[in-house]
């Protein structure tokens, strides 16, 4: 056992740990897996005529909502786009549109769950206008060679699944160092003691501010969908002070990770070489498409160093891991 001063931390064991083995074999059933993802990712829609809404179909349609013979707020669109069978509306409502031809105008009759996050319609019963424009059915690609040939840069669909045999090989070797680094470093956390130093202001403050990064990324995607924290906040009847006390669990345990890794580098003499330095910066500015010495500007690059570092006890830590199956 070493003690860590800087950290605050004295580590127990951490390399050599066993965790649970990760199973590697690759099936003919995988390879299919992979294609059929694939021939999901390339369906296309043709336009149908002379024929009613099937389930599956999308029906391009015009929609108007009303409650008591009046319109309600948000209970209008136009030439959406909807798939029939998709579960996007509310129960009943798509159901309704099969069995109708392009060019009609009908209404349909639902109810709102009683959950619905309007209150003034939850419960309610409403009458929705609807215009059906167009309809389209899904054309979904057969796997052969010539789907191939048009996903890929091979010309038979037997090449292109050794090819895609040879990714998942790739992939379920990343998820078995995943994993391993997942379990090993879970159990080097355990194996730690740092009770004495959870007690101090510092590791609190250290905790408080990995909440406040966790939210910061939790109001990046709530502003990717159009929604302010505010609003979040209002529709869910939350507080910040909530919210920091939903994240302070995976809070507490980033920051653990982070002071046991360090606590590893510093114990084991990891350095960064400036050779390392730069590949990162390379592999960033070509991950975001700019050039070196924009991403240079724009790195702080004494954070780079240290998560180059962590990064690398990280990776020793699972590399010496025993794997049990």
């Known amino acids: 056992m070493s003690e860590q001063r800087r950290t605050g931390i004295i580590l127990g064991e951490y390399k050599g740990l066993q965790v649970p083995g990760f199973d590697r074999a690759i099936t003919d059933e995988d390879v299919m897996e992979s294609l059929r993802r694939l ?3 390339n369906v296309y829609h043709q336009e149908v005529e002379g024929r009613p809404v099937q389930n599956g179909d999308i029906a391009t349609i015009d929609y108007e909502g009303f409650y008591k013979g ?29 069995g109708h031809m392009p060019g009609e105008e009908f209404d349909i009759e639902v109810m709102f769950p009683e959950q619905y996050h309007s209150a003034d ?14 309809t389209e059915e899904k054309i979904v ?6 789907f191939a040939a048009a996903v890929s840069e091979y010309n038979t669909l037997a090449e292109y699944k050794e090819y895609l045999r040879e990714l998942e090989v790739q992939r379920r070797e990343q998820a078995a160092k995943n994993a391993a680094m997942e379990q090993a470093l879970q159990k080097a956390i355990a194996n730690a003691q ?3 130093y959870a007690a101090t202001e510092e590791y609190e403050a250290l905790v408080r501010d990995a909440e406040d990064q966790l939210i910061g990324r939790f109001e990046q995607d709530l502003q990717a969908q159009g929604i302010t924290m505010d609003q979040y906040l209002s529709m869910t009847q939350e507080t910040m002070e909530g919210l920091h006390r939903q994240v302070h669990p995976s809070a507490e345990q980033k920051v653990q990770a982070e002071l046991v890794l360090e606590a590893v580098a510093e114990t084991e003499g990891l350095d960064v070489t400036e050779e390392e330095v730069e590949i990162a ?3 960033l500015a070509a991950q975001y498409q700019v050039n070196l010495a924009a991403m240079k500007n724009a790195l702080d690059m004494d954070a780079l160093r240290q998560n180059l570092r962590i990064n690398k006890a990280a990776s020793l830590i699972a590399d010496s891991a025993v794997e049990i199956f």
């Open 39 to 41: 021939q999901a990712q």
């Open 121 to 134: 319609l939850a419960g309610k019963p409403a009458v929705f206008r609807i215009y059906l424009h167009k």
């Open 70 to 98: 009046k319109p309600f707020q948000g209970g209008k669109g136009s030439e959406y786009p909807l798939e029939i069978g998709s579960g996007s509306f509310i129960p009943g409502f798509e159901e309704q549109i099969i």
């Open 281 to 283: 910066v390379a592999q």
């Open 194 to 196: 740092m009770e004495e």
């Open 141 to 146: 690609p057969e796997l052969n060679d010539a």
